[in-house]
């Protein structure tokens, strides 16, 4: 789903508060060897997870390769969580230092000419229709965005998170992750249509 992005971090209130306590409860039992506790996570991000490396890799093989080997070092080393963030900063920055692997290790081009026709999961074709369309053109128009500006709008837009939670991820100082926004939002919307440059 479309938002727009919040330009300083928040904590998200109740909500995120209860969702924040409950991933850390699911990595102190995987800690100690509850395989119901590694299957309810796995449940929870598998989707989130598909969804952003689905904007970094573009190829179904790539996406799941990086997505088990991900939730596979979850799995084999929940002690190197910490803490320090929010236990879904911590699994994102995993798959993104994942995905750099792999795009490194890969030369041909990462397009998925089927990845328009794959189901979003999203209710409803009619309500999904327009999303389906917004997603569509803010994709192409990312298409053209270096890779670490592709990130920060991923995960701003489609993620919903704050500058200083991408920051975490990505492993860089919150203006950075500024000054590489601003950059993208002006190159995608010299390419946009006007509601969505607006939007933007």
Known sequence: M?????????????????AARRDARLIARIAEGEPRAFEELYRLYQPRLTRFLSGLLRRPHLIEEVL???LLRVWDRPDAYNGASKVSTWIFAIAYRKALKVLKRCDEPVDDAEAA?????EPGPEAEFGRRQAREALLQAMAELSLEQKTVVE????HEMGYREIADIMGCPVDTVKTRMFHARRRMKASLARPLADWL
């Open 68 to 70: 088990d080997d991900t």
């Open 117 to 121: 026709d794959r189901p979003t999961g």
């Open 155 to 158: 995960l701003c837009y489609f």
């Open 2 to 18: 479309l938002s727009r992005p919040r330009t300083t971090h928040v904590d998200g209130g109740p909500a995120a508060e209860t």
